[in-house]
């Protein structure tokens, strides 16, 4: 059974930095490109972030780029996002997932708010 577990969500304040986790299990990490989607208080899915099996390669959504870095431990089946110079518009729910055949997979989330 594919589970995955995020947490280091929190509150922060607008400029603040927090660093997300995403731990798995019940697939061969290894293998799988995993990513990070957000969903902010009445709005839709939004992907922010996702890395190939390896770590070699990563992708971002513009609104992001240079301020979060996604990566990963495949030794640990973790997945992680460093996120810095957090703004307001970050305040959202954070998933980690993957496409595993013919079907996506998610966690519960972890929630980040970003306020002063």
């Known amino acids: 059974e594919v589970q995955l577990v995020e947490s280091g969500g929190g509150l922060v304040q607008p400029g603040g930095s927090l660093r997300l986790s995403c731990a798995a299990s019940g697939f061969t990490f290894r293998s799988y490109a995993m990513s990070w989607v957000r969903q902010a208080p009445g709005k839709g899915l939004e992907l922010v972030s996702t890395i190939n099996s390896g770590g070699s390669r990563t992708s971002y959504v513009d609104s992001v780029k240079g301020r979060f870095t996604i990566s990963r431990d495949n030794a640990k089946n973790t997945l992680y996002l460093q996120m810095n110079s957090l703004k307001p518009e970050d305040t959202a729910v954070y998933y980690c997932?993957?496409?595993?055949?013919?079907?996506?997979?998610w966690g519960k989330g972890t929630l980040v708010t970003v306020s002063s």
């Open positions: 997932g993957l496409r595993l055949g013919l079907e996506d997979y």
